[in-house]
């Protein structure tokens, strides 16, 4: 605990350019002597965290040596694909863009997803949007999801799910980012190359990915960085202003959805501080100072962060093993 | 069979794979164990529905209702009350 007061420019404060050279040189060592791979590939999204990534990735080996796959599926947002065109260009990148739809279609994801939907809302069909969104952890109340689906006149419809239809309803959006991280092994492997997972610290932290989709990479080179500082290394590199500016999305349902809304309850600036200050025991009235909430508030923050880690710990782990075998790590 | 006795023997059966009362004591914290995350909660809540004949409303779901099995006999004698 420190006696200065608590804020993002104290907390988040780094040398970005040693930063840069030190995971650059971390990710050469990394594919060279454990990977035994000749590059990366990396999916981009158009976000921030991709972006960075991707960035980093040619800091590393060189633009020749990365390649760019943009995977648009039926409900990502144009801007998705436009800005990460922008970005690979900007970089110099070989990439390419592949729909995923077809895929995602054969596998049942869109009619698992509306079958829900109308369960939920009745009448839900062509023309209507949907998300879901986390509600109760930041209040002291269990965290559960609840279906918004948008109809066609505009009008909002809300109602929790209950177990077996938000089960089917995450289940079934998985497949999106396991799709995804298929034809990244995909490419992964017909090039030599190794997967770059995007993560940043509070995704990483919080277990915002799907185990074997987002989650899974040969490298993550920003797992240990906070957003704030994603956007800073962002702008320090000199990355297109859309892309510095871009609104963290999940670009994953049909409606708009935040991901402060979806998963962190708090939009990312407060979530990185709430984060940051859990990690260097700051205490919870320090924290309600700094993000403008009551104590109590602050404590509910600093129970949802551990409720997330202990309920997400398993997602990056390996399997467990029931003996020693010889060559376990 | 009382509510307490129900409670306990699904989740016994569900989320510890026993029949063994001596593992869940009637005042133990599923989340100081570790044994009901927020998943947990929801499949909890669709028993507690589904054979208790209460609907839950959101801001009924918090650990003071339903953090262990005398809390929430407690709750469904609420409820049912």
Redesign the interface.
Known sequence: MTTQPLSAERAFALDFAAEIERIASGVRRALSTELNRRGLVVAISGGIDSSVSAALAVRAVGAKKVHGLLLPERISSPTSTSRGRLLAEHLGIEHEVFDIAPALEALGCYARIEEVCRAVHPGYGAGWKNKIVL???LE?????FKLVAQDPAGKIHEA?????Q??MIVAATNFKQRVRKTMEYFHADRLNYAVVGTPNRLEYDQGFFVKNGDGSADVKPIAHLYKSQVYAMARFMKLPDEICNATPTTDTYSLAQGQDEFYFGLPYAQMDLALWAYEHGEGAAALGAALGISEAAAMAVYADIE?KR??TRYLGGAPILMGDPPGAA | MSAAVQVRQYILENFLFSTDTSLLGLDDSFLARGLIDSTGMLEVLLFLEESFGIKVADHEMVPDNLDSVNRIAAFIERKQG
């Open positions: 509600e109760g952890g002291g109340r269990y965290n559960h929790r799910l209950e177990y077996r938000y089960l409720a202990r309920a």
